[in-house]
Every structure is written in structure tokens, then in C-alpha cells.
């Protein structure tokens, strides 16, 4: 499978985002990607550095829309699966979202970011809602899929239930910027989940300066013995591509031991037995 990550820029031009955004897909698939991917909130600049006001929230758009259409036609067109993330409403909820399209055009369903987050210039909660679809992992024509959003991949538990599900491939749409935290400690993550949980996991970063942050880029792609295969640079526009084997994932150290000698039941005792000692030391 050749997988792309479309790391990019966003401007105040939401229209002009989104035709690069297109662009760039369709330069993937014309280099044979199978499987592209964007970055957390590609296609607009990254509102939560300032605080919500009605008129941002009013931009979320629903799933499907004319965005998503245009992306399922491209998906048909070249035969590839594109993962997308968007501000999405829903009723009267608003969620940071990644809509799963798969090589044949159709959405197989779209994840939502469950863990929101909330400290300066990352003021998500007045964004977005709490996902409400839990960790889907999507049967697409190149393999088993599923999708941490940016925050999400923070939560063990998170990434080790879209292995549970049989996720071969993790995709995480990110917003980090300049500096964020220590060097390389992003990627570290990533190489633990991926060899934990014996996935191959793709992160694709934002990248630019906007009004109070600089977004790093430095995507990258682990496979399922935690080395990283392929990375982008820091501050480039630019396509990273990274040809992976999924055949690699059953034989992985994760899915031959790790997921074999899972005690499911004495965590789950644990659990209530910490819940109750917890709920005792606090009469």
C-alpha cells in the first residue's frame, strides 16, 4: 500500500484551501497513492487559538456536504481512500471530525474527536463536542482503518481499542505546533502505539505560521515494530509518501504476544476495585 500524507498550509481563503487541498489529492493518486491523508482542520485555519464566538461556530459544516462530494468524486475517479478532518455540525453540536471515504467514493462513516482539550491557544472545548461514535475502525478496500484525532492519541486506552477492533493502519490528524513540547516526543508516542498495539501509525501534522501559533509539519509514519519509515520536513509544504506492508501487522510482536496475553477481566476488576477505594477514601 503507498500512503500519502498532504501536509499543507492554511490561509483565510477557506475556498482556495480547498482546491489545494484537491490539487494535492489528485497529485497523490496520479503517484499511486492507495491511501491520503490531511491534516486536523486542513482546509481552514486553526480556529481554536482564540477562544469561540458564534460567528466561527457558524462555519462548521454537516457531513456529507459539497467539501466531502468533491473528495468522494476524486476517491471514485482515482480508485483510492482519502481521510479527511473538518469542523463538522451536526444538529446544534459542532465536532472536529474525519470523514472516511472509501475507494469507490462512498463515506464508510466518520470519526469524531472524543478527548477535547482546553488551555491557550488550544480552546477546543468551546469548539467542539465529545465524539459521540466511539473508535470505529473502517473495512476499506486497502485494509482495516481507524482514526485518533489529534488529542486522542494522548489516551492509551483509545489507541489500544481500535487495535482491539483490528485496525492495521491508525491515521491521526494533527494541529502541533513550533515548540509544543519536547523534541521528538510526539513521534516516541506514536512509535510506542504502533508497537503496543501492532498497527502502522501516520501522523499528519499541519504546517505554517498562523495568528498565534507556527504549526510544525514534520509528519511522519511508524510501522508496527515502532521504527519510523518515513518523515516530512519542519515548515514545507509538501506530500509524504511511505510505502507500507500490511502483512506485517499480524506478524508483529503486539498481535503474536501482546494481544494473545491480554487479562481483559483483572482490569476490569481492578478498575471497580479502585473506583471503590476511591468512592471509601472520600466520606
Not at 207 to 232: I, N, Y
Not at 235 to 258: K, M, W
Request: glycine share 8%; charged share 20%.
Amino acid at each position: 500500500m503507498k500512503l500519502a500524507l498532504v501536509q499543507q498550509s492554511a490561509s483565510h481563503d477557506r475556498r482556495a484551501n480547498q482546491e489545494r487541498g484537491l490539487q494535492a489529492a489528485r497529485e497523490a493518486a496520479e503517484s499511486g497513492a492507495n491511501v491520503i491523508c490531511f491534516a486536523e482542520l486542513a482546509f481552514e485555519r486553526f480556529y481554536p487559538q482564540s477562544p469561540a464566538t458564534p460567528r466561527e461556530l457558524e462555519l462548521a459544516e454537516a457531513v456529507p456536504s459539497s467539501l466531502t462530494d468533491q473528495f468522494c468524486q476524486l476517491a471514485a475517479d482515482h480508485q483510492c481512500v482519502i481521510v479527511l478532518n473538518v469542523f463538522e455540525r451536526a444538529g446544534q453540536q459542532t465536532f472536529d471530525s474525519s470523514p472516511v471515504i472509501d475507494a469507490d467514493g462512498s463515506i464508510l462513516g466518520t470519526t469524531r474527536m472524543v478527548h477535547i482539550t482546553d488551555y491557550p491557544c488550544f480552546h477546543e472545548q468551546g469548539y467542539y463536542a465529545p465524539g459521540d461514535q466511539g473508535a470505529p475502525v473502517y473495512g476499506t478496500r486497502f485494509g482495516k482503518l481507524g482514526v485518533a484525532i489529534c488529542y486522542d492519541r494522548h489516551f492509551p486506552e483509545y489507541m489500544r481499542a481500535l487495535a482491539i477492533a483490528g485496525a492495521e493502519l491508525v491515521i491521526v490528524p494533527q494541529a502541533g505546533a513550533v515548540d509544543e513540547w519536547p523534541e521528538g516526543l510526539y513521534e516516541a508516542e506514536l512509535q510506542v502505539a504502533a508497537f503496543q498495539n501492532g498497527y502502522f501509525t501516520a501522523l499528519c501534522n499541519r504546517v505554517g505560521k498562523e495568528e498565534r501559533l507556527t504549526f510544525a509539519g514534520e509528519s511522519f509514519v511508524c510501522g508496527p515494530d515502532g521504527r519510523v519509515l518515513a518523515r516530512a520536513a519542519q515548515g514545507t509544504d509538501e506530500i509524504l509518501y511511505c510505502d507500507i506492508n500490511l502483512a506485517e501487522v499480524p506478524a508483529s510482536h503486539a498481535r503474536q504476544l501482546f494481544m494473545r496475553d491480554r487479562r481483559p477481566e483483572l482490569y476490569a476488576e481492578w478498575i471497580c476495585r479502585s473506583h471503590a477505594a476511591s468512592a471509601s477514601s472520600t466520606k
